[in-house]
Nanobody, 125 residues
Framework: QVQLVESGGGLVQAGESLRLSCAASGRPFSTNGWFRQAPGKEREFVAAINLSGGNTYYADSVKGRFTISRDNAKNPVYLQINSLKAEDTAVYYC????????????????????WGQGTQVTVSS
């Protein structure tokens, strides 16, 4: 049974950092992604990483502050968020895709087969 479990969210001050984790069980995936959804807004792509960790892709809005990573195919996927802003407040979701596709396509949530329950990140200013 496939499960994605996110952790690491919380209440932080603007300017601080957080590292979110996504632990997957059941099988390896070709690509993992992070999305976020703020209150009253649609789910938004944040970043994606392939199985080996050697290929990453970011939304333009987070480049330079967010880093997606993994140590190897068996380890969790991380999302390091630096210099947090109030507009980063959202529920952050981990997603996993079974089939490898061109990374630029992985900003589309329809490319993913499994989703976690989400972890809340709240940034106070």
């Amino acid at each position: 049974q496939v499960q994605l479990v996110e952790s690491g969210g919380g209440l932080v001050q603007a300017g601080e950092s957080l590292r979110l984790s996504c632990a997957a069980s059941g099988r390896p995936f070709s690509t993992n992604g992070w999305f976020r959804q703020a209150p009253g807004k649609e789910r938004e792509f944040v970043a994606a990483i392939n199985l080996s960790g050697g290929n990453t892709y970011y939304a333009d809005s987070v480049k330079g502050r967010f880093t997606i990573s993994r140590d190897n195919a068996k380890n969790p996927v991380y999302l390091q968020i630096n210099s947090l802003k109030a507009e980063d407040t959202a529920v952050y979701y981990c997603a996993a895709a079974l089939t490898f596709r061109y990374m630029a396509l992985m900003s589309d949530p329809r490319q993913y087969d499994y989703w976690g329950q989400g972890t809340q990140v709240t940034v106070s200013s």
